[in-house]
């Protein structure tokens, strides 16, 4: 995989196992007809000239049926109108998108057949009906008898925690109850494929979790393929088989979430040593990359960051020094912080994803320096 | 950061939570549920129907005004006309009632498509309604129906309470009634369909909207009998049949068929433009991403 430790820096953004591209180039190497969703060279840019702001450029991936996918990004990266894209809700300028190998804006109906989308959260159904009544709406106006389902939204309503309120109306529900009812009627009306844009904003903590366990479980036990989208990394962490990082319109990355944090191995180690003096720290400081020096009680405790190879250097030379190890602790990054350095260090993205991704893949030889400086591709050029 | 104890984090790491739930399972293990459709179009008229009803009634105030209002404005111009002009207002009672009832049903067909669509745009069930297996067109014709049925349940509720007022006798065949009366609405309906296809695109078009329903007054009351042209506007002739179906007992089989074939060809005419414009104005709003914006 581009971007591993052990492997050179080449500022290639890491790819899925499944080889599939990250922009363009031919697009995903994966049969059409196969995946669950497929799509090819979209690009969407709304106005025109001076005004001219590109959404979506040259987006390309494929979701594998049984898959869920987590779509990061800024504020602005485009990852809502790359999803109405492939719903066809937003038509883009270039590039086609198919859900089961059917093209959805060719044959739109054949497409709906299998995917619905729950986009804005809370919104979505109608707060005057009651739970059930939505669950039935949704479900009769994507083909189903209502009665004929009234047993599987029965079992949806028990999973999700909302049977005691079967017969209440949303709008008298809690926030985090209201969101269970609209992924409640995404899921009445028995699709294959749901993309989830933001399911889980401005729900707390608890209600946050128990949505979780739920998109698993219904994963798990329906086969659904999911594409979720948001800015919670945990329930990304939590429920995603693979991320899809976007900025400024692009995919700058597209792997596992296991790998993707793998790729950060080497930022990871607190050391604690006693017996170090300036000497010896300088020659550590000139060789490594240690940063955070600092004394304590007589200790000297520092950061370094280093793959494994060069941790075993830098014990190595520790012991040359005649160091007494006094601790090491692994500093574990989390998906979050590998979303603010691939996404350009600011929570907003901005110019420099590719440069920083580059400085990260280059820092995980342990001895080079980060990159820095304007950005050096297209996905960091200010639009 | 977190962190963990151990020179190799990976080795420490939950692999069902931080590196994701794919190692378990793996994404392709689980084939693609087939989808089975269990209902058709009838499921989908009578779904969207109920929905119809249901959310005219959870609104309670709003409902009930709609009918105040239009029996109060009737009963200010009843009993405003006999005071002013007495006996003679009272001759054209009759015209007065059935014109007030087809302004009401008319008026319902056309505000009701019209506030359908921003309702639904503002609600974030538009775009939903747009992914639907059924596709877009047979769904809108299905809220249409719906607006149209429950506008003759409440206008049939006003013309009742009109007649009880003035203690007026009308001809009532619904056989005659019904369909000219469709037929009428059907092109405000359309009329409806295209502002509520330009609100989809430009969100805030209620001054015209709004002045639209004063026009509704002139077209129903417009002279097809004098003006050879003027019946083919919307809602005129319709109107001056209606006048003589209710007031003449007039029957359905006893119009000529020229002005049958101008009644039904102005309603396909109206409804079928008022849905190319819906259909062109959705595209564009899909263009420029605001389908579900309000």
Known sequence: MAGTPSEPSTGQVPRSSDETSANGAGGPAVDPDEAAIHVDGLAKTFDSGAEAVTAVEDVSFAVEPGEVVGLLGPNGAGKTTMIKSILGLVLPDEGEARVHGTDVHDHPRQAYEHVDAMLEGARNDYWRLTVRENLRYFAAIRGQDPDAVGDRHAALLEHLDLAEKADTAVRDLSRGMKQKVTLASVLAGDVSVAFLDEPTLGLDVESSLKLRRELTRLVDERGLTLVLSSHDMEVIEDVCDRVIIMSEGRVIVDDTVENLLAGFETQGYRITVRGADETTLDDLRERFDLTDIERVDGRVRFEVAADTATFYRLTDAMEAHGLDLAGVETVQPDLAEAFVEMTGGDARGGPGASADRQGWAANAGGEAPRASGPPASDGGEPR | ?294
């Open chain 2, 1 to 294: 950061m977190t962190t963990a104890e151990g020179p190799d984090r990976g080795e420490s790491r939950d692999p069902g939570s931080a590196a994701g739930r794919g190692q378990g399972r793996g994404p392709g293990s689980v084939a693609p549920p087939r989808t089975e459709r269990t209902g058709g179009y009838y499921h989908l008229l009578k779904a969207v129907v109920y929905r119809d009803l249901l959310v005219w009634v959870r609104y309670p105030l709003n409902a009930a005004l709609g009918l105040f209002m239009g029996v109060f404005f009737f009963a200010l111009m009843f009993y405003g006309g006999t005071l002013v002009a007495g006996q003679a207002f009272s001759d054209s009672i009759e015209g007065l009632i059935v014109g007030y009832f087809l302004w009401t049903l008319s008026l319902g067909a056309y505000q009701g498509v019209m506030s359908d669509i921003q309702s639904e745009a503002s609600w974030g069930t538009l775009e939903r309604h747009y992914m639907t297996p059924f596709g877009f067109g047979p769904v809108v014709f299905a809220k249409a129906i719906a607006i149209v049925f429950r506008t003759f349940l409440t206008s049939t509720v006003i013309l009742a309470v009109m007649l009880l007022m003035t203690g007026t006798t009308l001809e009532l065949n619904l056989v005659t009634v019904l369909p000219v009366a469709t037929l009428t609405i059907v092109g405000a309906l359309g009329l409806g369909l295209v502002m509520g296809g330009l609100s989809v695109l430009y969100k805030r078009i209620s001054n015209a909207a709004n002045l639209l329903q004063f026009a509704f007054i002139g077209l129903i009351s417009a002279p097809v009998f004098d003006l050879w042209w003027a019946r083919f506007l919307p809602l005129a002739q319709g109107s001056a049949m209606l006048q003589r179906a209710m007031r003449d007992g007039v029957r359905l089989w006893e119009f000529d068929p020229l002005t049958l074939g101008v009644l039904v060809g102005t309603a396909l005419l109206y409804v079928g433009a008022g849905y190319a414009v819906f259909g062109l104005t959705t595209r564009r709003a899909r263009r420029l991403g605001v389908l579900g914006d309000y």
